[in-house]
């Protein structure tokens, strides 16, 4: 069923109505968004920031308004990720590691989600763990100069689809509470913050079930990740003046870099890459392949940057 124009109207509205509350809330003035020159930007986080590669909207914004930056963007995003519970194959390596290896200047962290079903009695950890968490990633020097600037995204609200589904009431509550938590922790720290629980709240009431945003309530389908990258470039203060089928040549590109760095780092044959099996074939036949895998990334790079530029370049 398609938006009537009067609805289509109402979610936008609600959209931007919340967006504009959010910046008042925030003080967002007092450290504005910034992209420097040749930046390495990381997403780290949940099912949220992994499903984000997939998609690549706001990826595709960052390089759209940052033409000029030409940053590099890796997405380190796991399923099921907590701010301390990362579970990852023998050998795989510390986040500090891939980090230096991403050379990271920028980090995005998209955490709470499943924190949140911890219930009420768990926020004061979780915010406990994300200061620690963040004081351990200020502290690093991952592009060898200088620490990470951090932006903390909230996660998304708990959509209410009907039917057999679960009533979120409840774990709406919650995420209230998380979110307040990531904000009172992002302004102790001085990080940016990117509230996604009150729009996504706010926006899924006003569609009224009508065209879905998420596939199960909590994670995000095609539509929602749109919307939603939308809302990110809009408290970030990002151009919003390009259509999303614009987009859909640099989005590709995107996509085709995300899936070749997700085999890169994380390989399907991981056990013969860097565990058990590494010796004694894989460190003769991996390496190589790895070695191809980081030059098509690198020339996927090159060729998101020109597309950005030629795109900016169109009247």
């Not at 499903?51 to 890796?74: C, I, K, N, T």
């Not at 009420?120 to 200088?146: C, H, M, T, Y």
């Amino acid at each position: 069923m398609r938006l009537t124009s009067e609805l289509a109207g109402v979610a936008c509205l609600a959209l931007r109505c919340c967006v504009a509350s959010c910046f008042v809330a925030w003080g967002m003035s007092a450290r504005a968004f910034e992209v420097r020159d040749g930046d390495h930007i990381v997403f780290l986080g949940n099912t949220f920031a992994e499903r984000m590669q997939g998609h690549g909207f706001f990826e595709s914004l960052l390089h759209y308004h940052f033409v000029d930056q030409a940053p590099v963007v890796r997405n380190m995003g796991w399923s099921a990720d907590e701010l301390t519970l990362m579970p990852r194959p023998l050998n795989f390596g510390e986040l500090e590691t891939h980090l230096s290896e991403a050379k990271a200047d920028l980090i995005f962290l998209c955490f709470g989600m499943n924190e949140s079903f911890k219930g009420a009695e768990g926020v004061r950890e979780f915010a406990d763990d994300l200061a620690d968490f963040v004081d351990r990633l200020s502290a690093g020097r991952f592009n060898g100069e200088s620490p990470p600037r951090l932006v903390l995204v909230s996660p998304i609200a708990h959509e209410n689809l009907g039917g057999f589904w679960p009533d979120p009431a409840a774990h709406n509550a919650d995420l209230a509470l998380y979110t307040e938590a990531m904000e009172e922790v992002a302004r102790a720290k001085s990080t940016q913050f990117v509230d996604l629980f009150r729009p996504t709240l706010n926006l899924m009431r006003a569609r009224g079930g009508i065209e879905s945003l998420t596939i199960n309530g909590i994670h995000l389908n095609g539509k929602g990740y749109a919307m939603v990258s939308r809302m990110m470039a809009d408290q970030l203060e990002m151009s919003l003046t390009i259509s999303e089928r614009s987009l859909t040549r640099l989005r590709e590109l995107v996509v085709a870099k995300n899936k070749q760095f997700f085999l890169r780092w994380r390989p399907v044959n991981a056990e013969y890459i860097f565990g058990r099996r590494k010796e004694p074939f894989g460190v003769l036949s991996y390496p190589p392949e790895m070695m191809q895998l980081d030059s098509m990334i690198r020339e996927l790079d090159l060729k998101i940057s020109q597309a950005a530029k030629e795109l900016r370049a169109q009247p």
